[in-house]
């Protein structure tokens, strides 16, 4: 039951994240010109960056719900929902440069590639948490030959 609840929390909080960054998107998204040339540096800059550190920021926050109640795949299936559906709700909204095949497989990618980058992030926080901030015993070393 509890793990349920936090997985449902998990989900729900990278959905409300998904749908800010859509909002973003949508007013940072550059113009699609047809016919025109493609400025590529903006539609990075301004679409795709935005984006996967958005999806980033999802897993870390679905993770963070999850971290001591499932492992490994569940953390995944827990992360990857909202980040998804996310890049389809891209398209269907109408941010330029996703509808198209390639921009849909472009914001698909960047979604799994930002829940494994969110997720080892989440998986580092966690444990330096449960280590007190760092090794204690690294850490003194390290002060006593700075000195």
Do not use: N
């Not at 016919?35 to 935005?50: S, T």
């Not at 971290?67 to 995944?76: E, I, P, Q, S």
């Not at 827990?78 to 440069?97: C, D, M, Q, S, T």
Request: charged share 15%; glycine share 10%.
């Amino acid at each position: 039951m509890r793990a349920m609840r936090a997985v449902f929390s998990a989900w729900l909080t990278s959905g409300i994240l998904a749908v800010m960054a859509l909002l973003a998107l949508k007013a940072l998204a550059p113009a699609a010109g047809e016919g025109g040339p493609v400025d590529e540096y903006a539609q990075v800059l301004r679409v795709h960056l935005p984006w996967l550190l958005s999806c980033v920021l999802m897993a870390v926050a679905a993770g963070s719900y999850v971290r001591d109640r499932v492992t490994g795949f569940g953390r995944a299936l827990a992360a990857l929902p909202a980040p998804v559906l996310g890049a389809l709700a891209a398209a269907f909204i109408g941010v330029p440069w996703s509808g198209t095949p390639v921009g849909l497989t472009l914001h698909l990618i960047e979604a799994v590639l930002g829940v494994i980058l969110g997720l080892a992030l989440s998986t580092a926080l966690s444990r330096r948490e449960e280590t007190g901030g760092a090794h204690t015993r690294e850490h003194g070393q390290w002060r006593r030959d700075r000195r």
